[in-house]
């Protein structure tokens, strides 16, 4: 092996570490996928999370739909949901990020099909 192809193979080795120290301080929100389930009350065009208060559907017409098709149909999250932080993925580092984009399933509160995992 020459000395050329020596530097850029410590050159190339030292980048691949310096961006593996620096994925780890860099923090990524989860975004909640639109394949997950959500449950929408026609009344009020709303959509909440399957982890509900009870307060929240009763007396309404309520069923499950993906968030995407909920959104499509103009629902709007429920801001008590929201406010609760039940839309909200995992912070995360950025390294587990590329690695959940690459489909290697990561700590997540969705699985690839949409189901909550909490």
């Known amino acids: 092996m020459g000395k050329t192809s020596k530097t850029i193979t410590v050159i190339l080795i030292t980048l691949l570490l310096v961006f593996f120290f620096f994925s780890i301080y860099v923090t990524v929100d989860e975004s909640m996928p639109g394949n997950a389930t959500v449950i929408v009350t026609e009344e009020d065009k709303l959509f909440h999370s399957i982890h509900f208060d009870h307060i929240c559907l ?61």
């Open 58 to 118: 009763e007396g309404k017409t309520a069923k499950t739909m993906p968030l995407l098709e909920a959104r499509e149909r103009g629902y709007q999250a429920h801001a008590h949901d929201e406010e609760l932080g039940y839309f909200r993925g995992n912070r995360r580092f950025l390294f587990h990020d590329f690695l959940a984009r690459a489909g290697i399933q990561v700590n997540s509160r969705w699985d690839e099909n949409g189901n909550w995992l909490w």
